[in-house]
């Protein structure tokens, strides 16, 4: 089946403007994770949701950074007013929280901030 | 504070040989592991899990293995060849009250694989 889909796969952007990245996730998921991913580093931990809950936004790093998640189905992460700080790959998961923690990655977008 | 750090930022071994991947983990309250696999413009992609009632798990290829009395955990990966080549990752889960199934996860050791 189908698995986690992100757009655009890559985008590159001029400082100060706004910029948006879906992620469609795996049909039937009601978990639904936002991660960034700099050069060489690690995924930190961005934003959580949760079916109908209040998203865990713990890890979002300044209000710059937004997201939500409508129907329950596909979420948009939002960059306002971006920085040069702010390039990375953005990769989103989904998991069928409660049976299991494996979470299932898309491939990402590149985020290029000029 | 609470970290999950892996001992080799890189290891490089020869095709066929078995590889071992460590990762040290600061959390006792963790109670599940999962290693991911990343290839070169790819998103992360799982491996093998454990569970923190458990010290080993095999899969096809691969072994995890748990310490937790030294908060250790190990991937082995048997007769390595050159499609293992990869970043890996290993991610805890801190368990927050019930409410929050978050990862941890480390800065990733990259595997090569020299033929």
């Known amino acids: 089946g189908a698995g986690v889909s992100q757009s655009p796969s890559n985008k590159v952007t001029e400082k100060g403007k706004d910029v948006e990245l879906r992620c469609d996730p795996i049909?039937?998921?009601?978990?639904l994770y936002w991660y960034r991913q700099s050069l060489g580093q690690g995924l930190e931990f961005l934003i959580y949701?949760?079916?109908?809950?209040?998203?865990?936004k713990s890890g979002l790093p300044s209000d710059r950074f937004s997201a939500e998640r409508t129907g329950g189905s596909v979420s948009t992460l939002t960059i306002q007013r971006t920085q040069q700080e702010d390039s990375a790959v953005y990769l989103c998961?989904?998991?069928?929280?409660?049976?299991?923690?494996?979470?299932?990655f898309g491939p990402g977008t590149r985020l290029t901030v000029t | 504070g609470e970290s999950v750090g892996l001992h080799l930022p890189t290891l490089s071994v020869q095709e066929g040989d078995n590889s071992i991947i460590n990762c040290a983990y600061s959390n006792s309250a963790s109670d599940y592991f999962i290693w991911y696999k990343q290839e070169s413009g790819k998103g992360p992609q799982f491996i093998i899990d454990i569970r923190s009632n458990m010290d080993k798990r095999q899969g096809q290829r691969v072994t995890v293995l748990l310490n937790k009395t030294v908060k250790h955990l190990s991937l082995q990966i048997a007769a390595t060849q050159p499609g293992d080549s990869a970043v890996y990752f290993c991610?805890?889960?801190?368990?927050?009250?019930?409410?929050?199934?978050?990862?941890?996860f480390g800065t990733g050791t990259l595997l090569a694989v020299q033929p």
């Open positions: 991610a805890e889960n801190h368990p927050y009250g019930g409410a929050t199934n978050k990862l941890i």
């Open positions: 998961a989904s998991s069928l929280a409660g049976l299991t923690y494996e979470q299932y």
């Open positions: 949701f949760q079916g109908n809950s209040a998203p865990d």
């Open positions: 049909s039937g998921h009601t978990a």
